[in-house]
């Protein structure tokens, strides 16, 4: 790792195509910190696992028509709309599994999860044995590898980061009533099922927008990570998400520029124990929730409580 | 036939005052219904009950009037208009297993929500928001756990929080699924005083209840569902030994 390139890369002074990449990923960690603090309040973290592994089919097989039609395979203007029907479908496939079968949900999500993502490495197996060049760099939509975006993909990224947290903003308050109480929401004629639907599509997004540069099997840490961190520290709905958003954000920015110093290294497991590690510090340390302060604020309690029962 | 549909949102006038007016009512699930040909009027500053056994329809009649079912006929009316243009003035206090208690929010954020609706999707509470939210909080006496997470407040202090929450959105017709389940006697008690003081202001409540032996201390009208045609009327009438037995299939302790 170099450590003058990575000091650069965070002032921004790694070259035009860095600062792409660091303000897409810094804006795609706060959109889906934002989404994914509405999942985690809704208990659908999951989702995003699912959507994550789901695109992988998609992806490929938008891979294998571009280039069957002599297109340049690797363009997210196929990839993308290919990753984003494969998500759709297995949507679809779970909800239709979850009305006609007597399965729970845990079950359908997990069978439905490992179907897609066992097509979706199928079909990148094959992708990897065609000759030629075609094939090089498609397994970094498994892991990621930020620094390897090009410019025009990052202003992608970008922009569908911006989508999702500009709805994900305009429609917190709603979510967050549904979540906390469906029947008022009902009642407040706030339509649970459109918001649920929301929700599914801003994990989608979110999902999509992470596979270039974090990859399909870690997405889900991008959304969970920061919105767990942040439940330790916060009792409020809405401060939680402000948390999350920040989080998200300083961890994709520090991604990017990690990324851009050590590019050998996948970035979104560069990501994640990045995430794991605030995660783990917060759980140590935060100060309501925190594992450290809860003990010696038990303690004390217990002490008091002994010295009481203890007079005469 | 564009005649026809727009009759179905015209206020009728002689059901513009009455907060809630129910006729013949069928719902059910599946091809099994629950009830038949209901009709219930309740008017402003009336406290009452609905009582029944399990699978009488309690929750299949608040069901249809919040628009969770569709009855398969019948007519509901809030202040003469269909519920899609009355939510305003209705407010909802959910029964205590359907809320996460486990999210995070103080007493105060909850009660915010009341006021969510009338600040659609662009609008930030603004003071006057902010001015309901408090009033509310202390109309119900719980200025002093305003910033206390929900889920550590006790069962009764819960419930007001709902009422607040009910209050602030300006609500004039509050339906209630089983605001006193697992409350001690004292909290109870307090609760009722409370509910009882909001709709002598003019304000209306229907309450669903499962407590028998309660209701003709708390509610000066009930409907009982269950056994024979179910029918709104005072509590004597309602709890006379052989409309419960006929409701409840046994005999019961007076």
Redesign the interface.
């Known amino acids: 790792m170099d450590f003058e390139l990575f000091w650069r890369a965070l002032c921004l002074d790694a070259g035009p195509n860095h600062a792409w990449v660091a303000a897409a990923l810094c804006f795609l960690g706060a959109a889906a910190g934002q989404v994914g603090s509405f999942a985690l309040?809704r208990?659908r973290a999951l989702l995003v696992d699912v959507l994550g592994h789901a695109t992988l089919p998609g992806v490929a097989a938008a891979f294998l028509l571009a280039l069957a039609l002599g297109l340049e395979p690797r363009s997210l203007a196929w990839l993308w709309p290919g990753g984003a029907l494969s998500a759709a479908l297995a949507t679809y496939a779970a909800d239709w599994l979850l009305a006609r079968t007597r399965l729970e949900p845990d079950a359908v999500l997990g069978a439905v999860l490992a179907s897609f993502f066992g097509l979706g490495l199928l079909l990148l197996s094959h992708i990897q044995t065609l000759p030629g060049a075609a094939s090089a760099g498609l397994d970094r939509l498994l892991f990621g590898q930020a620094a390897a975006l090009q410019r025009s993909d990052a202003v992608a990224l970008l922009a569908l980061a911006l989508l999702a947290g500009a709805l994900a903003s305009?429609?917190g308050?709603?979510l967050r009533?549904l979540?906390?109480?469906?029947?008022?929401a009902?009642?407040?004629?706030?339509r649970p099922e459109r918001l649920d639907r929301l929700l599914h599509a801003l994990l989608g997004l979110v999902a999509l927008a992470a596979l270039p540069a974090v990859g399909a099997v870690l997405a889900v840490a991008l959304v969970v990570l920061p919105a767990a961190t942040a439940?330790l520290w916060?009792?409020?709905?809405?401060r939680?998400t402000h948390i999350a958003t920040g989080l998200g954000a300083a961890a994709g920015y520090l991604g990017a520029a990690l990324s851009r110093a050590a590019p050998e290294l996948s970035t979104g497991p560069l990501l994640v124990c990045l995430l794991g590690l605030a995660f783990a510090g917060s759980l140590a340390v935060a100060p309501r929730h925190g594992l450290l302060w809860r003990g010696l604020r038990r303690r004390a309690a217990l002490e008091r409580w002994r010295a009481e029962r203890a007079l005469p | 036939m564009i005649w026809l549909r727009s009759d179905a949102g015209r206020v009728d006038p002689a059901l513009a005052q009455v907060p809630l007016s129910v006729t013949g009512l069928t719902a059910g699930y599946g091809d099994r219904p629950v009830l038949a040909d209901l009709d219930l009027t309740l008017g402003r500053g009336e406290l009452s009950a609905v009582i029944g056994p399990n699978g009488a329809g309690k929750s299949t009649l608040l069901k249809s009037l919040l628009g969770l079912t569709r009855p398969w006929s019948g007519r509901v009316r809030f202040f003469g208009l269909p519920l899609e243009q009355a939510r305003a003035r209705i407010s909802y206090v959910p029964q205590r297993e359907e809320v996460d208690w486990g999210y995070p929010a103080s007493a105060r954020e909850v009660v915010e929500m009341g006021r969510y609706p009338r600040a659609g999707l662009w609008r930030r509470l603004d003071a006057k928001d902010r001015a309901a939210v408090d009033q509310a909080l202390e109309r119900v006496g719980l200025e002093a756990q305003a910033d206390a997470p929900i889920g550590r407040l006790s069962g009764g202090q819960q419930q007001r929080v709902f009422l607040a929450r009910a209050l602030c959105s300006g609500a004039e017709l509050f339906l209630l699924d089983e605001p006193f389940a697992g409350l001690d006697a004292r909290s109870e008690a307090g609760l009722h005083t409370l509910l009882a003081e909001l709709v002598a202001e003019g304000r209306s409540a229907l309450v669903v209840h499962h407590d028998l032996s309660s209701v003709a201390e708390r509610f000066q009208r009930a409907l009982l569902l269950g056994g024979g045609p179910p029918r709104l009327g005072p509590v004597a009438e309602v709890l006379a030994a052989e409309a419960l037995e006929r409701a409840y299939g046994t005999r019961l302790a007076p």
């Open positions: 309040l208990r305009l429609y308050r709603r009533t979540a906390f109480d469906p029947g008022f009902r009642l407040a004629g706030f439940r916060s009792d409020s709905a809405r939680m």
